[in-house]
């Protein structure tokens, strides 16, 4: 799949395409459900089919020290949207730049001159432009003046709510990876280059990779059963600490990551770390020995619980 950069002149070959626009963090079923929209008819239709995306997400560009939120990667997002059967992953640059363009100039000048897409396909709920100036009713008013067609899907709904990347933020932070993959159909997962820790996993028996968080919404501190995507494809069962680590001096935020029946170097390697099940909170343990121990009990837990 190729990936696309908003300031880049549009190849030739993907020109005239049916583009779903949105910021796609998460890629949950209401996205899916916008991107699934696209592709179809652009199917139907011959055409090329993009997924567009914003990032940096808009609000850490006006927010700039908004706590981190970020449910995926650009890399985690092109692998969904290659799955999903798109042709290219468009992403808008979000500055400065961006943000002072009025609704009018994003649809005539970008989406339509210099991007050439002919049909949009947004949730109804989408806005753009300087101060939010556009929404699906300015964008379909604007666009019959270019030849520009918009479509806007519904909302999704799981239960009696919506779905929505907060909702699944939420379930995150309290601790219910369950119910934030049923909203994303998959686990919620952390892909990061395992990096040199502190060798106290490795002290203790349990070797960690060490994953840092980076601008991945922190999921609550604590203990999960988890399963390792390795370089090669592999998939492995683990047990993960998310956390500052309080039994050891000085605090450090890290996700540590120990594969079960695994003894081979990852460092400097990116892995994905799928979190399958929450198993207790974060603890401080007055010795290492109560540590081992309760370490070794969650494995078994992890274990049945993968099982």
Do not use: W
Not at 115 to 121: F, W
């Amino acid at each position: 799949m190729r990936r696309l950069h908003h300031g880049e002149p549009m190849p030739a070959d993907l020109r005239g395409s049916v583009a779903a626009l949105g910021n796609f963090d998460g890629f949950h079923l209401g996205h899916q459900a916008v991107a699934g929209a696209a592709i179809t008819k652009a199917k139907a239709e011959g055409r090329p089919a993009i997924i567009a995306t914003f990032d940096p997400h808009p609000v850490r560009h006006f927010v700039p020290d908004t706590p981190p939120f970020r449910l995926t990667s650009l890399d985690q997002r092109q692998r969904l949207f290659a799955d999903a059967g798109a042709d290219a992953m468009l992403i808008f640059d979000f500055g400065a730049p961006l943000a002072a363009t009025s609704a009018e100039d994003f649809v005539t000048e970008l989406l339509v001159r210099q991007l050439g897409i002919k049909t949009v396909v947004t949730g109804e709920d989408f806005t753009f432009g300087a101060r939010r100036g556009g929404n699906v009713d300015v964008l379909r008013e604007i666009g019959a003046g270019c030849g520009l067609d918009n479509i806007a899907i519904g909302p999704v709904q799981a239960g009696a709510e919506i779905i929505s990347s907060s909702r699944i933020r939420d379930a995150l932070k309290n601790g219910d990876p369950d119910g934030a993959a049923a909203l994303l159909t998959r686990p919620f997962a952390v892909e990061g280059k395992v990096q040199h820790g502190d060798k106290n996993g490795r002290l203790l028996g349990y070797p960690t990779a060490n994953v840092d968080m980076g601008q991945y919404l922190r999921p609550r501190y604590g203990i999960y059963a988890v399963k390792v995507r390795l370089p090669d494809g592999r998939v492995l069962d683990g047990a993960a600490n998310i956390g500052i680590r309080p039994s050891f001096d000085p605090p450090k935020e890290l996700l540590e990551a120990y594969i079960f029946d695994f003894n081979e170097d990852l460092y400097g390697q990116m892995i994905e770390v799928e979190f399958h099940a929450f198993i207790r909170g974060e603890a401080k343990f007055d010795d290492l020995d109560a540590l081992k121990i309760q370490m070794a009990q969650d494995c078994d837990t992890a274990r049945t619980l993968l099982r």
